[in-house]
């Protein structure tokens, strides 16, 4: 049985010009993205995207507007599910509490998620796993220019 898999996924940028990258162990792989995952059944997108962030991050974050979504098909990396990913430009309501990484998967013990900015300007579509991270690195470049 085929299935649609709705994602939706945070930029959040910071005034240095730096977007925040999730570096993550799961499904026996590795993999970069942006903050944010599976809408749940009855949610809303908006309303997931919060949620996500408070799971992943323990932060709440406010969206600034609609940033792009997925417009090709893309089978889901992890199942037979057609993935369709929404993005969003978000901030942190208050300054987020993580312990930010310098490098790749630096997680802390006992862990399989860890968090580190990355300088929009210095950004490549290398540094995301999925196909619709890359084009949304490409987007977010363009319109950082």
């Not at 098909?73 to 199942?79: A, M, R």
Request: overall charge negative.
């Amino acid at each position: 049985m085929s299935y649609f898999n709705v994602r939706v996924y945070g930029l959040l940028v910071n005034d240095e010009q730096e977007v925040l990258l999730s570096d993550e162990f799961a499904v026996e792989r590795y993999f970069t993205k942006f903050p944010g995952g599976g809408v749940e059944f009855g949610e809303g997108l908006i309303e997931a995207l919060k949620r996500e962030f408070v799971e992943e991050c323990d932060a709440e974050v406010e969206v600034i507007s609609h940033f792009y979504t997925t417009d090709f098909y893309e089978k889901s990396s992890f199942n037979d599910s057609q993935v369709l990913s929404i993005y969003y430009l978000v901030k942190p309501v208050k300054p987020l509490e993580l312990n930010f990484k310098c490098k790749c998967f630096d997680f802390d013990e006992g862990t399989s998620q860890c968090f580190r900015w990355k300088k929009i300007s210095e950004l490549t579509e290398d540094d995301v796993t999925f196909k619709t991270d890359k084009i949304a690195v490409k987007l977010l470049k363009e319109v950082s220019k």
